[in-house]
Antibody, heavy 120, light 106 residues
């Protein structure tokens, strides 16, 4: 059974760095695309970025180059850092897998979500 | 940009729900997915590749459309179908979600 476990602080001060980790069990992050997605009432569901083992990491331009996704294939986990956070980064953050086959694409696996609040 | 309509759909059990998703640019139709989200839960994949049901999804859920228009149909809604439904595209460099359609079942 596949399980995505998220960890990281739920409160970050303005101008500091948001850091989250997604630990994957039951599936390898060497296959398919692995993403970070966030959701807020103001912005709805927003794709932050993704990686695939064979291609470079991609980011949503809306992050203005503040985001970094890193991966540790030996530990089967990946992380997100967003620097210089503001209140606009307050959201529920999800890690997810983008699965694809002959039928097409879909985010078939999701972490439980981490509610991150940016506040002093 | 994906634009969903209507914003809210209020139905009685057994009625057919038709949800629309219009893309501002064309892309390969297999790059479109639909999700269901109930309160406090992460989204759940309903349809991948426009019309292929994910594991465990009842066959009353179906997808279709043409051109840049995509449609999710729930053929006979049940109380557990009450949720917000999102379309999402994997085409182009930036993956995006629609703003959602809320389905109420009364």
């Amino acid at each position: 059974q596949v399980h995505l476990q998220q960890s990281g602080p739920g409160l970050v001060k303005p101008s500091e760095t948001l850091s989250l980790t997604c630990n994957v069990s039951g599936a390898s992050i060497n296959s398919y695309y692995w993403s970070w997605i966030r959701q807020s009432p103001e912005r709805g569901l927003e794709w932050i970025g993704h990686f695939h083992s064979s291609v470079s990491i991609s980011y949503n331009p809306s992050l203005l180059s503040r985001g970094t996704i890193s991966r540790d294939f030996s530990r089967n986990q990946f992380s997100l850092k967003i620097v210089s956070v503001t209140a606009a980064d307050t959201a529920v953050y999800y890690c997810a897998r983008a699965y694809y086959d002959a039928a097409g694409f879909g985010f078939d696996l999701w972490g439980p979500g981490t509610r991150v609040t940016v506040s002093s | 940009v994906l634009t969903q309509s209507p914003g809210t759909l209020s139905l009685s059990p057994g009625q057919v729900a038709t949800l629309f998703c219009r893309a501002s640019q064309s892309f390969q139709r297999s790059y479109l997915a639909w999700y269901q989200q109930r309160g406090g839960q992460p989204p759940r994949l309903i349809l991948q590749g426009e019309s292929t049901r994910a594991a465990g999804v009842p066959d009353r859920f179906s997808g279709g459309g043409s051109g840049t228009d995509f449609i999710l149909t729930i053929g006979g809604v049940e109380p557990e179908d009450a949720a917000v439904y999102y379309c999402q595209q994997f085409g182009g460099g930036t993956w995006t979600f629609g703003q959602g359609t809320k389905v109420e079942v009364k």
